[in-house]
């Protein structure tokens, strides 16, 4: 008898001539409560030291990995933080295989991530590229209208995602960012309905191809039934932010992009934290209510993938050092056990962010959760992994990791990708009757926000505005502090630009015609800086390079607005939250961008 036929004989799930259907009931017949119960958690988790496995990560009170694997039973984790090559990546991603094949089932991890293509970091959204090749965010994409461009740039993060062994994307974000004050919108595609299906859609066949299979990457399409209608703008992430409002009646419209990215072939749909206040549902979290994710998700849209709740719903956490509440909005009433159990009674299949699995087990001891009802779930689960290729190969080629993570040809199109996404938005003609751009190669050139050496590329670089004959700077939109260091992540609040950085644009462009580069993460009052500078231009992850490329005329400005930019905070405060393009007498129109 070979080798393969003893594993198979003894694990006759791993037979890979057996139909999907068939492996998953072999293992879930073999499968106790307990290891069971370990599917339905999807937490953080960290590398150790040089790819080594984690010992404990008390930033965010994370156990060891040998705790979540061999004591929880837990096989989804999502992998948090950056790595300084791809192969540090992929050897840790070897190493935790092992370990899950070590257990008595040797039931395989999925490892998902949050975006790893960025120019941001915020460890509850979105990471910097590091060793991945670097594109704009999904605002910038949207800035391209290019579904085409879309679908490259998923198909290219899929190859580098599978080359380290990441198996789920926790996104495309397909919320349309209607409220302008949100701190989510830089990973949306903005507030076109229209614009955000079919680029979500084009994101999805990227990651997964026509069908999902082993060489897919699973995307959790976020965040059910759509985020963007928040209250003040607040995010949910917090107390403070917790509502999402309908003044104008505007529901249906946010479900648009879901069906689109369905038909695409979503395989994982995550809710958000808010809880929907003034409509017929339940005045509870999405993660919690059966109206939401059964009645609407499962029965009328017919979604019958995975659906895991957005991090941390059940358990008070420690995030940095600051203690944060569980996002239980609307019934932070209920125990834990409750929690959990009112989570599963809406249709979810997992509980992201959390790895209480002793809470799970004794509901099902109690009789409080039937193991039928985990079953339910449970194949959903295991029915991904068989369809991924976890069980029949889960490790990955180190040695390739570095070879297709950031090669030249993906980093190249990421590049091409950020020149693509600027907008230029004002080009004011001076007084001689030339506007200002694109600007001559040599011209004597003062930047700020821009490194020198970058600059000299395109012109001789000057110290002052005075010995300049164009200044470059390079600012970001604005936001409110708060009180702690993962709240001022979510960059939120008022979107005028603080009256010392209007001052000093207002001094520079008196003293020589001036571009100003704003990252427009959320749509800032632009206003002053219009009348002020000579020209303005708006990008969402863009190198120094790609930037002066376009504005010297290297390559089109070819950039368009995903949303429309407000002309003051009076427009904001009186539009309904969840109405596109619902600021009254907008500075710029979405779609908006001039050619040079």
């Given at each position: 008898?070979?080798?393969?036929?003893?594993?198979?004989?003894?694990?006759?799930?791993?037979?890979?001539?057996?139909?999907?259907?068939?492996?998953?009931?072999?293992?879930?017949?073999?499968?106790?409560?307990?290891?069971?119960?370990?599917?339905?958690?999807?937490?953080?988790?960290?590398?150790?030291?040089?790819?080594?496995?984690?010992?404990?990560?008390?930033?965010?009170?994370?156990?060891?990995?040998?705790?979540?694997?061999?004591?929880?039973?837990?096989?989804?984790?999502?992998?948090?933080?950056?790595?300084?090559?791809?192969?540090?990546?992929?050897?840790?991603?070897?190493?935790?295989?092992?370990?899950?094949?070590?257990?008595r089932l040797g039931i395989p991890v999925t490892v998902s991530t949050d975006p790893r293509h960025s120019f941001s970091e915020n460890p509850g959204a979105a990471m910097m590229a590091g060793p991945f090749s670097q594109w704009p965010e999904p605002l910038g994409l949207a800035a391209t209208r290019d579904a085409e461009l879309v679908r490259t740039f998923g198909?290219?993060?899929?190859?580098?995602?599978?080359?380290?062994?990441?198996?789920?994307?926790?996104?495309?974000?397909?919320?349309?960012?209607?409220?302008?004050?949100?701190?989510?919108?830089?990973?949306?595609?903005?507030?076109?309905?229209?614009?955000?299906?079919?680029?979500?859609?084009?994101?999805?066949?990227?990651?997964?191809?026509?069908?999902?299979?082993?060489?897919?990457?699973?995307?959790?399409?976020?965040?059910?039934?759509?985020?963007?209608?928040?209250?003040?703008?607040?995010?949910?992430?917090?107390?403070?932010?917790?509502?999402?409002?309908?003044?104008?009646?505007?529901?249906?419209?946010?479900?648009?992009?879901?069906?689109?990215?369905?038909?695409?072939?979503?395989?994982?749909?995550?809710?958000?934290?808010?809880?929907?206040?003034?409509?017929?549902?339940?005045?509870?979290?999405?993660?919690?209510?059966?109206?939401?994710?059964?009645?609407?998700?499962?029965?009328?849209?017919?979604?019958?993938?995975?659906?895991?709740?957005?991090?941390?719903?059940?358990?008070?956490?420690?995030?940095?050092?600051?203690?944060?509440?569980a996002r239980a909005w609307g019934v932070e009433h209920l125990s834990r056990p409750e929690?959990?159990?009112?989570?599963?009674?809406?249709?979810?299949?997992?509980?992201?962010?959390?790895?209480?699995?002793?809470?799970?087990?004794?509901?099902?001891?109690?009789?409080?959760?039937?193991?039928?009802?985990?079953?339910?779930?449970?194949?959903?689960?295991?029915?991904?992994?068989?369809?991924?290729?976890?069980f029949d190969d889960p490790y990955v080629d180190v040695d390739a990791a570095d070879e297709i993570v950031g090669s030249e040809p993906f980093r190249a199109a990421g590049f091409a990708a950020q020149q693509a996404s600027i907008a230029v938005l004002s080009n004011r003609t001076p007084e001689n009757g030339t506007p200002v751009l694109p600007f001559a190669r040599g011209t004597r050139l003062y930047v700020e926000g821009i490194d020198p050496a970058a600059a000299a590329a395109y012109g001789e670089v000057v110290g002052t505005p005075a010995e300049a004959d164009l200044a470059i700077l390079r600012i970001a939109a604005p936001y409110e502090e708060r009180a702690t260091a993962f709240e001022n992540f979510f960059h939120a609040g008022s979107l005028e630009l603080p009256a010392a950085l209007l001052a000093h644009i207002a001094e520079v462009s008196a003293s020589v015609p001036t571009v100003v580069d704003v990252f427009l993460d959320r749509p800032a009052i632009l206003a002053p800086i219009v009348s002020a500078a000579a020209a303005v231009t708006a990008n969402w992850g863009s190198s120094a390079a790609a930037l002066l490329d376009v504005l010297s005329g290297a390559v089109p400005a070819r950039g368009a607005l995903p949303f429309d930019v407000p002309r003051s905070m009076a427009a904001v405060e009186a539009s309904r939250p969840d109405v596109p393009f619902d600021t009254a007498d907008p500075l710029f129109r979405f779609g908006h961008g001039l050619s040079l």
């Open positions: 008898m070979t080798t393969t036929e003893t594993i198979t004989g003894a694990r006759p799930w791993l037979d890979a001539s057996l139909p999907v259907a068939e492996r998953v009931e072999l293992l879930l017949a073999e499968m106790t409560v307990e290891e069971k119960a370990g599917l339905f958690f999807h937490t953080m988790i960290r590398m150790g030291p040089g790819g080594e496995l984690s010992t404990g990560e008390p930033d965010f009170g994370l156990p060891s990995t040998e705790e979540y694997v061999l004591d929880r039973h837990m096989t989804h984790f999502n992998l948090l933080g950056a790595a300084p090559t791809a192969g540090e990546i992929a050897r840790w991603h070897n190493r935790l295989q092992e370990l899950a094949a070590s257990t198909d290219i993060a899929r190859r580098e995602y599978t080359a380290v062994g990441l198996r789920v994307a926790l996104h495309p974000q397909v919320d349309l960012a209607t409220e302008p004050r949100w701190a989510r919108a830089l990973q949306t595609f903005g507030e076109d309905a229209d614009l955000t299906s079919e680029l979500g859609a084009a994101y999805v066949r990227g990651f997964q191809g026509e069908t999902l299979g082993t060489e897919s990457v699973a995307t959790m399409v976020k965040h059910f039934p759509g985020g963007g209608p928040q209250k003040d703008g607040e995010d949910p992430h917090f107390a403070y932010g917790r509502e999402q409002v309908y003044p104008g009646d505007a529901f249906e419209l946010h479900l648009k992009p879901f069906a689109a990215v369905f038909e695409a072939g979503a395989s994982q749909v995550m809710p958000y934290y808010g809880m929907p206040v003034g409509t017929s549902y339940e005045e509870v979290g999405f993660g919690f209510n059966k109206a939401v994710l059964t009645g609407l998700l499962r029965e009328r849209l017919g979604f019958d993938g995975i659906v895991c709740t957005d991090w941390g719903l059940v358990t008070d956490s420690l995030i940095l050092g600051q203690p944060f509440p929690r959990v159990a009112k989570i599963l009674e809406a249709g979810a299949d997992q509980l992201g962010g959390e790895s209480c699995t002793d809470v799970l087990i004794e509901l099902v001891r109690s009789g409080a959760v039937s193991e039928a009802r985990l079953d339910v779930s449970a194949r959903r689960l295991l029915r991904e992994k068989f369809v991924l290729g976890l």
